[in-house]
């Protein structure tokens, strides 16, 4: 295998370093690490095929928006997703009630990433609990259903239910997240998704508090 492909291979034990340093001791999510924890979360995405591609390629558009802005030379107001918010909301970067001026802003941005983030923690979560019988396509669909969903437009809810109907069987999920077998996988999961349930919801929580769920 060549280094470019061992890249691009998803490893679960990644994504749980990862979000394990997302939090500050005061509970402020970094966004350095949140970007990097995506980051794993797309090869997740990509390594299933063109199923997610949908999702795969906006949550790479968001993670470039976010890094483009950690590296400005406002850099140092981006450090943590409360920094951000406090930032831009304090100099009116943000389109509060309809597409104007900033339609790439921080608070907006993580926002599509923050709405994903919480489907793929449903779906991992009924994969981690499901019975060997249970059927992926409809974990997927059920968790989509109860997060993504509401913010698509028709259309891209209907492609999105087609997608899931091809998805492969639970195993293939576990083999692909190289972790081991299927008990360590179910282990790993048990690990990882407190992680990221805990950075979803210190970031709901800001969001709902600043009235940022909305965005446009």
């Known amino acids: 295998m060549t280094g470019t492909e061992e890249d691009q291979k998803f490893c679960l034990q990644e994504v749980l370093d990862t979000f394990k340093l997302c939090l500050s001791e005061n509970k402020e999510v970094y966004l350095e690490h949140y970007v990097a924890g995506w980051r794993g979360l797309i090869k997740f995405l990509n390594s299933l095929g063109s199923v997610f591609g949908f999702i795969a390629k906006d949550a790479v558009n968001k993670i470039h928006i976010l890094v483009t ?51 793929l923690e449903l779906f991992l979560e009924r994969l981690r609990t499901s019975s060997e019988e249970g059927k992926s396509s409809v974990m997927c669909s059920e968790a989509y259903n109860e997060s993504l969903s509401q913010f698509h437009p028709w259309v891209v809810r209907k492609a999105a239910g087609m997608a899931f109907c091809m998805l492969p069987g639970r195993l293939a999920f576990f083999e692909v997240m190289n972790v081991g077998p299927t008990e360590q996988v179910v282990a790993k999961l048990g690990e990882a998704l407190p992680l990221i349930s805990e950075v979803y919801q210190i970031t709901e929580e800001l969001y709902t508090q600043q009235s940022l769920m909305d965005l446009p």
Do not use: I
């Open 69 to 119: 802005l950690l590296n400005g030379e406002n850099g140092s107001q981006y450090v943590t997703v409360q920094s951000m918010v406090k930032y831009e909301l304090e100099n009116d970067l943000v389109d509060l009630t309809k597409r104007g001026r900033h339609p790439e802003s921080g608070c907006r941005t993580l926002l599509r990433l923050h709405r994903a983030l919480r489907w």
